[in-house]
């Protein structure tokens, strides 16, 4: 019989920032629109294009995390 394991939630310290998280995120998007830019991409320029998006994306997903658990917002 498999015995459930209990994760701790992070300790808000060791999280990084929403803040944080949004300027690495605005960072891919300079480099995506430097990209864009191009009227032709390279096959590494692709690979780096696509791996952009998904990093983004992945910011994207852990700062929405970060806002439920209320990571940012001041205790009452």
């Given at each position: ?32 629109d ?9 096959e ?33």
């Open positions: 019989m498999q015995t459930a394991k209990f994760t701790e939630l992070p300790q808000p310290s060791s999280l990084p920032s929403i803040h944080q998280l949004a300027q690495e995120h605005s960072l891919y998007e300079r480099r995506l430097t990209l864009r830019a191009k009227t032709y991409l390279t590494q320029e692709q690979m780096e294009e696509v791996r952009l998006k998904k990093l983004k994306l992945s910011l994207k997903d852990e700062m929405e995390r970060l806002r439920r658990l209320g990571v940012d917002f001041p205790q009452s």
